[in-house]
């Protein structure tokens, strides 16, 4: 057993508003400059959609991630040293800038210092690359809310595994429906980035796994940018280095949340402390595709338990890095309640941001002949409600699970690779948590059907209070749970270097070794 600690983060999706405030507070803290203008650490996709950079989830196009041979091993899909060898000269896998977006600005001078004319003034677009006119064609979030449907929400890469029945159903006007993804550097715990780089400038930080690139040591290979499935990490064209979401570890070695999670109006994150088992990583990794969600979830360990807690101390894993794991709204959504799915397992990188799958309005209908009922249906709650409120079985109400807007299939392609079993049981806890809520508060459930369904999900009304409380009712030092020890070397350090404003804007002298 070697026992290590990382940070984790939870994104509960039925909470984003998609008002992207978490990305413009990255961008202007960490990207707000030249040669990284199409860099966005934190960005939110419309799903379905192609996300950013285009098609990023196609691995046949980027061959990012690991895959597993014949035998059970793993190996990098599009980089390595045979590979990096062969592609030295040009990386055909590499995104190009129009699968992101060609950065642009506009003229404002001429609004200005336009000569008085009958012709209005314009301020044209101009490229933050070459300084030359062009066409805008492309942008962040471009096809927000489906608002580029036909040429990218139906070319989603997750619609593959369904049939054109199902995908068709899905942009029919009356079950249209979407929902937002907050993206940001999963920080993996088998990060297919630090395995690729050539020069050895990616690591991971033992105290808490951040992931960071060495910028003194980056040669600018990209082979990262490659081998990373998800494209966190990016060129800056300007200096000729690779940089990546580095999870704000200044503001957290402060005591301060990062941008993202600061700025969020939902609340929809949560940060905490995961004690995990390094040595089953690699038998993690290289699990069945079936078997990755429950493989890597194995891997998470309980922090209360002596024999956890003695390998963790035996690592040097401070006594309060372990007291904010106990603590921590990560390790209760993914272990303790197992409501939290990861992003795309099968790249086999073990990511560690994890997500509440969304629970969308269901189709559900009043039946003819419950004109009783639907007399009494309070209007405000004509949603996926509707079955279940009055007189369904519980078999019934576990039924509208499946006749959801998003198709199980869909989201299983997202978070499961491919289980639907593991996106069901998830979606049926929340409504279970709902019909609870509105057996307690509004008293038009029966008790029955809600003890039937606390049952049927493994819940109590405890835990069922507890889930309610973390989701709605938590203050923000409930949803951020990071080690005290943080803020306290953090003031050591200051008191070391007598530097309390250094140019990272966050009181740290530049330290070149950790990226800035």
């Known amino acids: 057993m ?9 994104f509960h999706l039925d909470k ?16 707000d400059r030249k040669g990284a203008e199409y860099m966005w650490w934190n960005n939110v996709e419309t799903k379905p959609g192609t996300g950013y950079p285009q098609k990023w989830e196609n691995q046949s196009i980027y061959k990012g991630g690991w ?3 014949e035998v059970g091993r793993i190996h990098l899909r599009g980089a390595g040293k045979k590979r990096g060898l062969m592609n030295i000269f040009h990386n055909p896998a590499l995104p190009s800038i129009d699968d992101y977006y060609e950065p642009f600005t506009y003229r404002y001078l001429n609004l200005i210092e336009a000569p008085a004319g009958d012709d209005q003034p314009t301020a044209r677009p101009v490229s933050l690359i070459t300084g030359e006119p062009m066409d805008i ?7 927000d809310d489906l608002g580029g449907s036909p040429d990218y929400a139906r070319n989603d890469p997750n619609l593959e595994g369904m049939t054109p029945a199902e995908r068709d159903a899905m942009f029919q006007l009356e079950r249209m429906a979407f929902f937002y993804l907050p993206r940001i550097c999963n920080h993996c715990l088998n990060p297919a980035c630090v395995a690729s780089c050539p020069s050895g400038a990616i690591y991971k930080r033992g105290e808490d796994g951040v992931v960071l690139i060495n910028q003194n040591v980056c040669r600018a290979w990209r082979m990262c940018v490659t081998a990373c499935p998800y494209k966190k990490s990016y060129y800056n064209w300007h200096t000729g280095k690779s940089e990546k979401c580095i999870l704000c570890y200044p503001r957290m070695e402060a005591g301060y949340a990062p941008a993202c999670m600061h700025s969020c109006v939902g609340r929809i994150r949560y940060i ?21 969600v429950r493989a890597q979830t ?19 894993v401070p006594d309060s890095t372990i007291k904010a794991a106990q603590q921590s709204p990560a390790y209760k959504f993914i272990k303790v309640w197992k409501m939290a799915l990861p992003l795309h397992p099968e790249f086999r990188t073990l990511p560690m941001l994890w997500y509440v799958p969304p629970l969308l309005p269901v189709m559900a209908s009043v039946k003819e002949g419950d004109a009783r009922q639907k007399d009494k249906l309070n209007p405000m709650a004509k949603t996926w409600a509707d079955d279940w409120l009055y007189d369904t079985s519980t078999e019934e109400l576990w039924g509208t699970v499946e006749q959801a807007r998003f198709p199980l299939k869909y989201l299983a392609s997202l978070f499961s690779a491919g289980d639907t079993g593991a996106v069901a049981d998830r979606l049926k806890k929340l409504m279970a948590v709902r019909i609870y809520r509105r057996w307690k508060t509004a008293h038009d459930v029966p008790e029955a059907k809600m003890r039937q369904a606390l049952n049927d999900t493994g819940l109590t009304e405890d835990s069922a209070e507890a889930i309610y409380y973390l989701t709605a009712l938590a ?3 409930d949803r951020f749970v990071i080690p005290p020890a943080h803020r306290e070397q953090a003031m050591e350090m200051l008191e070391f270097t007598g530097d309390v404003k250094g140019s990272t804007g966050f009181g740290f002298r530049e330290h070149p070794e950790r990226g800035l």
């Open 2 to 10: 070697d026992i290590r600690a990382q940070i984790s983060m939870i």
């Open 16 to 31: 984003c508003i998609g008002c992207h405030t978490c990305s413009v507070a990255c961008k202007n803290i960490w990207t």
């Open 298 to 316: 194995d891997i998470l360990m309980d922090p209360f338990d002596e024999e956890v807690i003695a390998s963790a101390r035996k690592n040097g």
């Open 475 to 477: 203050k923000f030092n």
């Open 272 to 292: 905490g402390v995961i004690l995990y088992d390094a040595d089953r990583i690699e038998a993690a990794a290289s699990a069945d595709q079936k078997d990755l």
């Open 67 to 69: 895959e597993r041979d």
């Open 137 to 143: 064609k492309m942008g962040p979030n471009w096809d």
